[in-house]
């Protein structure tokens, strides 16, 4: 995985560091309860399904998704991730995910997290779009995303498959303030 600083990032509870293998567990633990699951795109039947990600984020690909483990600091633990399941170096865009334990809800790091992560990739991916997709039904991923400056673009009916049914999504994005697209 690429490694990638995200200075300044701003969360007393927790830091950023490269997902790695050994934390599928901890992460398939918390991706696998029905209350988190309900709300997510999430179809885990085993943590094997897990690792095919964790080869996703290992290719060299400029395109390959990326994604950070969110560490508490007074315990180690991972409580979350935050990065982009979908980068396009050729319409400079990325599409950025994120996921928290239900331990840490409501204290403002899913929304840090999501902050530093479009920072970084308008800086160093030099993306001009950050977009983001939630499930109609994920309220709080939808705050998150209005909190991080997020413009809701639309309703994208049946957009993808959850859970063998499809399901309508909401699409946001983040257009670069510095990029000359931005500005017209």
Same mark, same amino acid.
């Given at each position: ?17 490269? *997902? !790695? ?5 901890? %992460? ?8 988190? *699951?309900?709300?997510?795109? %999430? #179809? ?26 969110? !560490? ?27 996921d928290l334990a239900p331990d840490v809800w409501g204290r403002g790091i899913a929304a840090a997290a999501c902050n530093a992560m479009v920072e970084w990739g308008f ?41 063998? #049914?499809?399901?309508?999504? %909401? ?14």
């Open positions: 995985m690429r490694h990638i600083d995200l200075p300044g990032f701003p969360h007393e509870l927790v830091y950023l560091r490269p *997902l !790695i293998r050994a934390d599928a567990p901890f %992460w398939y633990a918390y991706l696998t309860k029905p209350h988190v *699951l309900e709300h997510t795109s %999430w #179809h885990l039947a085993s943590m094997d399904e897990l690792q095919l990600k964790f080869d996703a984020m290992e290719s060299s690909d400029p395109g390959a998704e990326m994604r950070f483990a969110i !560490i508490l600091h007074d315990s180690g633990a991972l409580v979350g991730t935050v990065g982009f399941h979908s980068v396009s170096p050729l319409n400079r865009t990325a599409e950025i995910a994120y800086l160093h991916l030099g993306a001009v779009r950050i977009q983001a997709a939630a499930l109609d039904t994920n309220t709080r991923s939808v705050r998150v995303l209005e909190k991080c400056g997020f413009q809701c673009e639309g309703l994208l009916r049946n957009f993808r498959m959850v859970r063998g #049914h499809p399901r309508d999504f %909401w699409i946001y994005s983040r257009l670069n303030p510095h990029s000359a697209v931005a500005e017209t």
